[in-house]
Nanobody
Framework: EVQLVESGGGLVQAGGSLRLSCAAS????????IGWFRQAPGKEREVVAC????????YYADSLKGRFTISSDNAKNTVYLQMNSLKPEDTAVYYC??????????????????WGQGTQVTVSS
């Protein structure tokens, strides 16, 4: 059974940092990518960043480049999202998801087959 478990969310003041983790288990294949998405109340789910398990290539939403960094520890099957200089508008539930089969990062949430339960990130002003 494929499982994705997010952790690391919480309450932080504007300008602060958080690191989210996505622990993956039960993935019986290597040709996949892990994406981070977020959904704020009343808004659509949007892609934040993605990393390919195949070649380590990454993708970032344009508005988040320079503040967020995605990385992976393949030995631990864990993907991280380092979020710096957080803003109140970053407040959302953050989800990680696995897209298979793929060698590259894709931005559409509908292409992702497996999802975690989400972790709340709240940035206070």
């Amino acid at each position: 059974e494929v499982q994705l478990v997010e952790s690391g969310g919480g309450l932080v003041q504007a300008g602060g940092s958080l690191r989210l983790s996505c622990a993956a288990s039960g993935l019986p294949f290597d040709d996949y990518a892990i994406g981070w998405f977020r959904q704020a109340p009343g808004k659509e789910r949007e892609v934040v960043a993605c990393i390919s398990r195949v070649d380590g290539s990454t993708y970032y939403a344009d508005s988040l480049k320079g503040r967020f960094t995605i990385s992976s520890d393949n030995a631990k099957n864990t993907v991280y999202l380092q979020m710096n200089s957080l803003k109140p508008e970053d407040t959302a539930v953050y989800y990680c998801a696995a897209d298979h089969p793929t060698m590259l990062c894709r931005r559409l949430a509908t292409l992702y087959d497996y999802w975690g339960q989400g972790t709340q990130v709240t940035v206070s002003s």
